[in-house]
């Protein structure tokens, strides 16, 4: 769990290896341990809660977009889990053109301005909610085009999803229970994923 001794020994190993893989380290050391190992070592560092997780997400969006017939920058993007797969799966998703993210963590809202915020949440609360949304999550969906949840289970209704806009895509990536059940919202979303191989 310390910092400092992951880096030294991920260091230490890392003449036999080819890549190194980050598995399992939690927001926020898991920025700095990702970014110093990748300005310190001569082979590729990569983060399986970040990346991992963050090119699923686009190429699942990607399709879902052209099923959707909607466009990334048009798009509002509602994320349950500011966390390390959230930060990385809102980052990719900017670069890929979507303008108008507002994540959520246990607090509520990430907004700029808003206190006791890491520095990862911090660079969010920066990058992100153009709008300075404040509200709850109930309230960010209402009309929203797409919710990524990577939270923890049962953690959304139904009808806050029947509120979202037309031909909605959901992503309720919590395991091994969803944000919400697929079969819960049948009918509300055109899109419906989870990150749970028997659905």
Known sequence: KDTEEIIRIVKAISPGFGGILLEDISAPRC??????????????????????TAVVLLAALMNSLKIVKKRPEDLKVVVLGVGASGVACSKIMMNFGVKNVIGFDREGAVYEGRANLNVAKQWF???T???????????????????????????????????????????????????????????????????????
């Open 31 to 52: 920025f700095e341990i990702e970014d110093r190992l990748r300005a310190e070592l001569p082979i590729p560092v990569f983060h399986d809660d970040q990346h991992g």
């Open 125 to 127: 609360a920066e990058h």
């Open 129 to 199: 909610n153009p709008e300075g949304f404040t509200g709850t999550v109930d309230q960010a969906m209402q009309g929203a085009d797409v919710f990524l949840g990577l939270s923890g289970p049962r953690l959304v209704k139904p009808e806050w999803v029947q509120a979202m806009g037309k031909d909605a895509i959901v992503f309720a990536l919590a395991n091994p229970e969803p944000e919400i059940l697929p079969e819960l919202i049948q009918g509300a979303a055109r899109v419906i994923g989870t990150g749970r191989s028997d659905y």
